[in-house]
């Protein structure tokens, strides 16, 4: 059975789409078999992994809606970096289009079709909490939730965690939170501490725990995406290499 890992935060700009690629990545050069969805409409994910079909998880979720008899293997793309099903920016109307009874069912649908095709599947989410992040929310095993060190990072957590709540009460008993992930962390900042510490009861509060491992803020993550390289290909001495390296690690001891 494929692990299901959503990596999710509707704040912008907090290294999900970077997490997304480097969990993906860390999983295939292990020789597993991994598919991303990007499900954000700025299509960033899609973008760094070379997705270019016009057949995206926005045409999937529009068959849905129209009842249509389709099956999310026929939106995998095969890049040089992995299997990818697209993004589009019409995902964006998706909270206005999609008002069907169970709509928020149709991700999870279409991954239950594909057992036994992967060892994992990782999704990438949009910066808001509407019917595309239910979808993910629904579909998955559990979430990791990237944070910067920064106050108003850690605002929008409340909002999630509230969010996780009804999805376990209406469409996802099971969905686990993995843990908060520190990203662009630098450590010789007071600030960065202080709320480092703070997560950490976060995380607590919210039955849950902060990774030991934090992701440093390093310039290595940039250049490769600039390169369409994962970190590890691009630099595996970096810092960034390091530390995703030894997140994953943490990450696979609690998938169960
Ligand atoms: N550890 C890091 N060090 C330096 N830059 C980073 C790091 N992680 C992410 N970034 C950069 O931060 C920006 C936002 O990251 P991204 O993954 O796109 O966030 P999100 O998907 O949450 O919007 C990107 O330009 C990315 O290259
Ligand atoms: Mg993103």
Redesign the pocket.
Known sequence: MAKVIT?I?Q???????????SIGAFFRDQGKKVLFIDL?P?C??SYLLGAQSDETIWEYFCAKKNNAEVSLKNFIQTTDRGDVIGSSQFLAHADSSLLEMGREYYLKEGIEELEGTYDYIVI?TP?SLGIVSINALTATNGIVI?TQADILSLQGIGQLIQTVTSVRKYSNPGLQIYGLLL???NARTNISKGVADYLATVANDMGTTLFDTK????????EA?INKNSIYDYDKKS??AK?YNSFVRELEARLG
């Open positions: 990596v935060n704040k912008g700009g907090v290294g999900k789409s970077t997490t997304c690629e954000d700025q960033n994910l990438d910066p990237p990203v662009r962390y992701i440093r803020e390093c310039t290595a993550i940039k995406q810092n960034a530390d």
